[in-house]
Nanobody, 127 residues
Framework: EVQLVESGGGLVQTGGSPRLSCGLS????????VGWFRQAPGKEREGVAC????????YYGDPVKGRFAVSSNHAKNTVYLQMNSLKIEDTAVYYC????????????????????WGQGTQVTVSS
């Protein structure tokens, strides 16, 4: 069974640069697309970024483009979300998710495409 374990986050000041980690186990790491989503209080969950490991494609949502970056460590079966220049509006619970698909299969910016989810980690940005 595929499991995703997240770490990182916490209380950060505006302009800060925390890094979230998403460890994937129970499946062939290089065959998955890993997505990052977030849900702010009172709002619907939204896509932040995704990284297709099979075809090495990155996608970033407009609110985070140029500030967030996804990377991976294949030795650790882990995908990272580096968050830079944080704003108050980045405050949310962040989730990683995975699906056995490549970006070219389509639809991978939508949460409904993902089969496996991490437990979520809170990121709170304060001024």
């Amino acid at each position: 069974e595929v499991q995703l374990v997240e770490s990182g986050g916490g209380l950060v000041q505006t302009g800060g640069s925390p890094r979230l980690s998403c460890g994937l186990s129970g499946g062939p790491f290089d065959d998955y697309t890993v997505g990052w989503f977030r849900q702010a209080p009172g709002k619907e969950r939204e896509g932040v970024a995704c990284f297709s490991l099979p075809d090495r494609v990155f996608y970033y949502g407009d609110p985070v483009k140029g500030r967030f970056a996804v990377s991976s460590n294949h030795a650790k079966n882990t995908v990272y979300l580096q968050m830079n220049s944080l704003k108050i509006e980045d405050t949310a619970v962040y989730y990683c998710a995975a699906v056995l698909a490549r970006y070219g299969d389509g639809g991978l910016t939508a949460e409904g495409r993902y089969d496996y989810w991490g437990q979520g980690t809170q990121v709170t940005v304060s001024s």
